[in-house]
């Protein structure tokens, strides 16, 4: 606690100074471009990962960025999407996974959640991915499997965002984009989805498949 609290006190003597003119404007309104659903993990920082200022990305937050389908749990998450989509109207979503996630960790292994009944609660929401998963990459185990469902469970959350009237509408429109990340918190790396190649790749470096 105290490393934040002097972090606290360095921000309000060095950091919100020199940004004051920025925190005046935001002060009355808010127009983030980008709605950045991320895993909970206190290894993520969104903001210090796309080394944007205050003001920029709307972020949801929780364990294993997960999107519940549309109805399935009206709650903070499906609030926020709504809210971002129809009010703020952002432009882009994006649903960063991440490696050694500990949420797809549980949902390989329920068996660890049986003191957990909250979070095993919530991991149904990729219930789909295990589906997936067990279907189309039975050939892999270990390290390689949890890679694949990572890159998997990032793939059917943006499929849950489909069916979200707000999001369905703006799709249909033509003014909302859609983007599957997954980050390397060991390397830096960013893999991200694209459609055409069925690839998880990243600018002048490597390929991942989905499956």
Known sequence: MEKVLKGLVRFQKEVFAKKKKLFSSL???QTPSVL???CSDSRIDPSLLTQTDPGD??????AGNLVPTYGAAIGGSTATIEYGVSVLQ????????????????????????????????WL?????TLRIVKDHCAHLEG?????ATIRENVLVQLDHL?????????????????HGWVYSIETGDVWVYDE????????????????
């Not at 390290?143 to 890679?147: D, I, V």
């Open 143 to 147: 390290e390689k499997l949890f890679a």
């Open 196 to 211: 055409k190649k069925n690839n998880f790749v990243t600018l002048g470096k490597k390929k991942q498949k989905t499956r």
């Open 57 to 62: 990305l709307f972020i949801i937050r929780n």
């Open 27 to 29: 002060s009355k309104q």
């Open 162 to 178: 489909k069916t979200h009237p707000a999001v369905a509408t703006r799709l249909r429109r033509g003014d909302l984009r859609l």
């Open 36 to 38: 950045f659903v991320t």
């Open 90 to 121: 952002v432009k882009d979503i994006i649903i960063c996974g991440h490696m050694d996630c500990g949420a797809m960790k549980g949902l390989l292994h329920p068996e660890k959640l049986q003191e957990l009944p909250a979070v095993k609660a």
């Open 124 to 128: 149904q929401h990729g219930e789909t």
